[in-house]
């Protein structure tokens, strides 16, 4: 019992020493929100988008924006760890390598939830259709969670590389393919009057990744940080 | 190096004799389908390597985990060389497809979920050529690439479960029974295992031979003797 207390004493020092390096610095959460609401106004012009379409297309511009935001919130937080060696920092705590991975998966998932709750009232007004509904904010809540996981995941393969700085998205997206499939899907028919019964397929299906990518950092983020 | 073993020109051998037996099984015993006719017969050999593909990415994941817990960099090759030929049977298995769609769909293509998933799978699989070539030593690499291998092999069963949930116009080939979107016939089962098969003997002789390759690199960087 104390053992399990101790992990998770250290999973709350990473997630928030995490969360104190952005709220000093303010270097990640400013610079999603911008490019995500960059990345709204372009779709508007590189789609020509008519009134009739832009309702039609609220549920999966919001989960490419939220992919494409969550990927540099990712990269910035991986980036944290190289600049002055803290990785190694982190290396040679005498601590369970996974408290690591869930404590960075923690702060990642606060900033990109963060960064959804001002975008989804946002991509609301902006494009006509509401979408502050419970339902929809348990599909964010689920799919952002399934996506951090095996964000922080790859983030923490991707910094070994040469290539770090464009790695991530490569490795991310096709890898996070079920997630988006299903996030989409979920919110397109929850926006479109379904209830959650009805979509309960896809909601079973973004849990499964959520619980698969959170066993596959529990099992493999020690052999993936190990030098 | 030592002489190839006996195993392996077997498999060779039989490859080269078995990819035309089949060849000539599909356009000569097998009927001509009664509604598409003799483009059917691109089938045989797309969902062939299909399988192919799909199973030399299941063989690489296997070497991802043999060399995670072994650290022998022999099963690093096996990894490299089974996703390698793993994405040329992808190739092969989308390229067929596009054959028989123009004249069945007529178009090349179409944004149908099955058809867009395996496009990004064989992404998946191209970007692990980039994520390796991107690692410094021989150990990172082999480290890394075997995670990534074994993260891919989870996350391809969830993209083919996904796409379950939506309606597809692909055909269904293994389905349960009754609900069949098109009956062989008994010549036609027998060329289409067949085919899955000779292309199994072919994934397992070319795969065999690219690690020989990568093994005799690696004895070329170690400075050879």
């Known amino acids: 019992m104390t053992g399990f207390r101790r992990y998770l004493q250290t999973v709350w020092a990473i997630f928030r020493k995490d969360v104190q390096v952005e709220w000093r610095g303010r270097q990640g959460v400013p610079v999603m929100l911008v490019f995500s609401l960059l990345v709204v106004f372009l779709f508007n012009f590189a789609l020509q988008l008519s009134p009739q379409l832009q309702s039609g297309l609220a549920s999966g511009l919001l989960w490419v924006t939220l992919a494409f935001a969550a990927t540099l919130g990712l990269n910035r937080s991986a980036a944290l760890e190289r600049e002055n060696d803290a990785l190694n920092g982190l290396m040679l705590a005498p601590v369970d390598r996974s408290a690591i991975f869930f404590g960075k998966t923690l702060s990642n998932l606060a900033s990109t939830l963060l960064v959804a709750f001002i975008l989804m009232p946002t991509i609301s007004l902006f494009f006509g259709q509401n979408l502050l509904k419970p339902a929809l904010f348990l599909v964010v809540i689920l799919g952002t969670g399934a996506y951090t996981c095996l964000g922080t995941i790859l983030s923490a393969l991707s910094i070994q590389s040469r290539t770090r700085d464009v790695l991530l998205p490569v490795l991310l997206y096709p890898l996070a393919l079920p997630i988006l499939i299903a996030a989409s899907e979920a919110s397109r028919g929850i926006l479109s009057g379904q209830t959650l019964g009805e979509l309960q397929n896809w909601l079973y299906l973004l849990l499964a990744c959520g619980i698969l990518f959170t066993a596959t950092g529990l099992l493999l983020f020690e052999t993936i940080l190990e030098e | ?225």
Request: net charge positive; glycine share 6%; hydrophobic share 60%.
């Open chain 2, 1 to 225: 190096m030592p002489n190839k073993p006996l195993l392996l020109r077997v498999l060779d051998i039989l490859s080269i004799i078995l990819i035309p037996a089949a060849l000539v099984l599909i356009l000569f015993f097998t009927p001509e389908e009664a509604t598409m006719g003799a483009v059917q017969k691109v089938f045989y050999f797309h969902v062939a390597s299909a399988w192919a593909g799909m199973l030399s990415f299941v063989v690489a994941a296997g070497a991802g985990i043999g060399y995670l817990t072994t650290r022998d960099f022999k099963w690093d090759w096996l990894s490299l060389s089974a996703v390698e030929v793993g994405v040329v049977f992808g190739l092969v298995a989308i390229a067929s497809g596009m054959i028989w769609a123009k004249p069945i769909w007529n178009v090349w293509w179409v944004w149908d979920p099955r058809l867009t998933t395996t496009a990004i799978m064989e992404l998946l699989y191209l970007t692990y050529f980039i994520l390796r070539s991107g690692l410094n030593t021989m150990e990172t690499r082999a480290r890394l690439a075997a995670v990534y291998a074994i993260i891919s092999v989870i996350t391809v069963p969830l993209t083919f479960l996904s796409i379950r949930l939506f309606r597809t116009i692909h055909p269904v080939v293994i389905a349960p029974t009754g609900s069949a979107d098109f009956n062989m016939s008994p010549r036609m089962l027998v060329a289409f295992f067949a085919s899955l098969v000779v292309f199994t003997i072919l994934l397992a002789d070319l795969i065999w031979n690219r690690y020989r390759l990568a093994a005799l690199q690696a004895k070329i960087n170690q400075g050879g003797n």
